[in-house]
Structures are given as C-alpha cells and as structure tokens.
C-alpha cells in the first residue's frame, strides 16, 4: 500500500517585508498565515499519512506570541494526522525558540536533534528527521549515519544541497551554507528519498526534493511551487505539486520609449498596470524625451494603479533621447558645450556621446538618468 505525504517548507511566518507600507506588511505576514491554513486543509482532504515541514516555517528574530498559538491550533485541527516539523536556519531549535515553549498536540513532532531520529509513519515507512540547533554553523545530518531497518526510509532536514549552493554562491558571494550535503549521500545512508528545506527555488531530483517557499517571499521568484503530495510505494516515489499561494507577487516591465512628457508616462504604466492585483514590482526602461524627468512622474499606487495592495518602481535603463545637432546649433552654454566635445580629437565616438550626455544631464540638474 502507497503511503501520502503532503510536503512543504520555507514559509517564513512573521518575515518583516521591509520594502512594504505597513499595511502592505500586515497583509503580506496574513497572507503567509493564510497560506498555512490552505495547506493544512489541503492535507486534510487528500488524507496523508503526514504533514511535513522542511524547516523555516517562522523567522526566530521576529516571531510575535501569537504564532505560536496560531500554529498550535493549525495542527491540533488535523489530529490524529502526524505533523513533522525540522527547525531549519530561521526557525532553529532552542530554549528561547517557539518549538520549545508551545504546548503542542499529541499528533506534532519536532525533530529537534542535529542527528536523525526516526518516526515510523505505517507499517514499513519511517522518516528520519533532523533539525537546526543555530542559526549557522550546522553540520550536514549524514556524517557516516546509515539507516538500520528495512522497509522505506526517507530522510527530511533543512540543508544547502552542494550543486545548488555553488550556483547560488555564484550569484551571491556572502551565502553561506547551511547542513551542507551531497545528493549522493542520499542512497549512500539507505535513504529512499530527502524531504528538503532551504532552497526556495522548487527541485524534484532523483532523491530529493525541495518544494520551494509556498507563497512568495520576494519579486522575481519562478518556478512552479507550493505544497508537494509525495507518494511512496513498493522503491518508487512520485511527486505531485499543489498551489496554496494566497499572495499574487508579480514583476511587470514597462518601455517608456517614444515618451515625451510625463503624463503619457503615467498612461502608459498605468494601462500596463491594469490587468494585475496585489503586489508588483514595476521596472521602467526605454529611451525617454529631454524633459521627461522619470522621478518626478508621479507613478505612485493611487495614480496608476489603485487596485493593487502596493507597487514598487525602480528605474531601470532609461536614457535620454538628444537631439545632439539641434543642441550643437544653439548659441548657449548646452550648445558650446557640445561643440566642444564635439571636436575633441582625444574621444572616441562611444567616449564622446557619454561625456555629452552626462554633462546635459549636469547642465539640466538632473541626477535620475544613467548614462548607457
């Protein structure tokens, strides 16, 4: 008989949002408490033998009182269902940690050793866990473990799976990894499968498996994630993905060239707006007019997009579209200038246009343009 285990990981209850309003905080942290309860539920009505958690459910240096409590009565409601958490980086385990001090029901456990411990879910199905006890300097779990009965064994802890490290590190030099391993110590240890926390980018390897973070937690995230349905059978393991997510995160990209004053900018973004809810990064891009200062466009959420919960603009690769001859035959201070530049015979040409177009820019007072 195939056992059911619903798997998920990374939600970060009580994530502080800095870049939000304060409202768009509020409802960014209710969202993720929402997203819980859909997974629970979700648990609920596909009849697993165990609900799963790969670590960092909540953020240790924010969590408020009232987690702990909404936790608690969260896995209380799917009792006698087994409720397995390993405390990760964020959520480690210790005195002052809301895994020690919540009086949990009968059907949670809490991997709270660095060493796996096992939990046999039915006849023939344990799950060994193991959980964070600081928040860096965690060991990988495996260190010569191997499993010691037969049957179907899977593994589940929060780590830094080492080929997805070296491409995270790449991008992000200060990452540091957390209970580092390799995937072939999977099978090495006699597990079947690893049930994983820690990287948000969802990934179904052939012996583990990370979910991703099951609502959004930053703009630009991809990849298909939520909460994952695990079957195993007689040596096989299948995986099946769930949306929970209760927050729409999304980025849009606007081209403001051809734009020649700022009120066309603002309906150009704001009809590209309008299709779109809750929370948007908007990035702006394009070759703009002389006089279109981006900045002071006025592309706040109440101009363009009032449906949204919050928008944040960046300025991407703006430039300004100068009419170099018209300038050049100006008698100004612009104009000679140019001229000068110009007939400077030290430039090359690609010199030559940025030293121009940076000192227009200076000459206007303008500082929200790069010059490309």
């Not at 630009?220 to 909460?227: C, F, I, L, M, Y």
Request: aromatic share 8%; net charge negative.
């Amino acid at each position: 008989m195939a056992a059911k285990l619903l798997l998920f990981s990374d939600l970060h209850l009580d994530r502080p949002f800095r870049w939000a309003s304060a409202e768009g905080r509020r409802t960014r942290r209710r969202n993720l408490r929402d997203t819980l309860s859909r997974i629970v539920d979700l648990a609920g009505e596909l009849e697993v033998d165990a609900l799963c958690c790969g670590g960092d459910l909540y953020e240790h240096e924010h969590f408020v009182p009232d987690t702990g409590d909404f936790l608690r009565g969260a896995f209380e409601a799917l009792y006698p269902i087994p409720v397995l958490l390993a405390p990760g980086n964020h959520d480690w385990y210790g005195p002052a940690s809301l895994y020690h001090h919540v009086e949990w029901s009968p059907n949670v456990v809490v991997f709270s050793d660095a060493h796996f411990s096992p939990v046999e879910l039915v006849d023939g199905l344990t799950v060994w866990g193991a959980g964070h006890q600081a928040p860096a300097g965690t060991r990988g779990p495996f260190g010569g473990f191997h499993v010691d009965r037969g049957g179907a064994n899977l593994a589940m802890f929060h780590g830094s799976e080492m080929s997805g490290f070296t491409a995270a590190a790449e991008q992000d030099p200060t990452k540091v990894a957390h209970a580092p391993f390799r995937v072939e110590e999977v099978p090495a240890a006699g597990f079947d499968h690893a049930l994983l926390g820690h990287y948000h980018r969802p990934h179904a390897g052939e012996h583990h498996t990370y979910p991703g973070n099951p609502d959004p937690l930053e703009f630009g995230e991809d990849g298909q994630r939520g909460a994952v349905l695990v079957t195993v059978g007689d040596g096989s393991v299948s995986r099946e993905w769930f949306t929970v997510s209760c927050s729409d995160v999304g980025d849009v990209a606007v081209d403001l060239s051809g734009v020649s004053y700022v009120d066309e900018a603002r309906q150009r973004v704001s009809a590209a707006l309008a299709a779109h809810r809750g929370f948007v990064r908007l990035t702006l891009h394009g070759e703009v007019g002389e006089h279109v200062d981006v900045q002071s466009a006025e592309l706040s959420l109440e101009a363009v997009a009032p449906q949204l919960e919050e928008l944040v603009v960046r300025v991407g690769a703006i430039t300004v579209a100068y009419d170099l001859d018209a300038i050049a035959a100006e008698r100004s201070v612009r104009g000679q200038f140019v001229r000068s530049v110009e007939e400077s015979a030290d430039l090359d040409e690609e010199q030559r246009r940025r030293v121009i177009i940076t000192g227009l820019r200076a000459l206007a007072g303008r500082n929200d343009l790069a010059v490309r």
